[in-house]
T-cell receptor, first 112, second 116 residues
Framework: DQQVKQNSPSLSVQEGRISILNCDYT??????FLWYKKYPAEGPTFLIS?????DKNEDGRFTVFLNKSAKHLSLHIVPSQPGDSAVYFC???????????FGTGTRLKVLA | DTAVSQTPKYLVTQMGNDKSIKCEQN?????MYWYKQDSKKFLKIMFS???????INETVPNRFSPKSPDKAHLNLHINSLELGDSAVYFC???????????????FGPGTRLTVL
């Protein structure tokens, strides 16, 4: 029962261009979403979050967009840098719970 | 100075053995978690403790037992290890129950468990 899906296992982008990572979910009760970045041999690190009452949240080069009707969120990185090369996980929390459901991740490679 | 640390980083053991993974956080957080990342890269929560009280206990075999001696530590004991237990186990912590700005989860580097 994969409630959070990241359908692109990998993505390559040129340095300086925009990276768009996508995440789809199935449960309309999800009310909070996060993006994590993970480097090899390290644990995930929190990147940015968005509440279901918003449709956009921005933090520097990172912007998360939420489309509740489509049950879709995306992470935009502009401009992309080689140091952004990592695996990106999206996670969603069901309203009234403390448990996050994670996607399987998208490996981003930013080419210099 | 590592915020969330786990030991060991790698653990190779035989089926049937009993092993423990230790986790410590120096962030002053009151909530700690164990996650399992399997071969398909799914990161799934196993347990969560808030102020040393178990608050999340997913459908996990009872061979897995978390123990929280204090708020800064959450250890994971696994009895009678099976091949399917091979995975990367991540410990995490947060201030308060995860969710919302300011109480995001901080993850440790993971422990790769291989059961032969």
């Amino acid at each position: 029962d994969q409630q959070v899906k990241q359908n692109s296992p990998s993505l390559s982008v040129q340095e300086g261009r925009i990276s768009i990572l996508n995440c789809d979910y199935t449960n309309s009760m999800f009310d909070y979403f996060l993006w994590y970045k993970k480097y090899p041999a390290e644990g995930p690190t929190f990147l940015i979050s968005i509440s279901s009452i918003k449709d956009k949240n921005e933090d520097g080069r990172f912007t998360v967009f939420l489309n509740k009707s489509a049950k879709h969120l995306s992470l935009h990185i502009v401009p992309s840098q080689p140091g952004d090369s990592a695996v990106y996980f999206c996670a969603a929390r069901r309203s009234g719970t403390y448990k996050y459901i994670f996607g399987t991740g998208t490996r981003l490679k930013v080419l210099a | 100075d590592t915020a969330v640390s786990q030991t060991p980083k790698y653990l190779v053991t035989q089926m049937g053995n009993d092993k423990s993974i230790k986790c410590e956080q120096n962030l002053g957080h009151d909530t700690m978690y164990w996650y399992k990342q399997d071969s398909k890269k799914f990161l799934k929560i196993m347990f969560s403790y808030n102020n040393k009280e178990l608050i999340i206990n997913e459908t996990v075999p009872n061979r897995f037992s978390p123990k929280s001696p204090d708020k800064a530590h959450l250890n994971l004991h696994i009895n009678s290890l099976e091949l399917g237990d091979s995975a990367v186990y991540f410990c995490a912590s947060s201030q308060g129950l995860a969710g919302g700005v300011g109480n995001e989860q901080f993850f440790g580097p993971g422990t790769r468990l291989t059961v032969l």
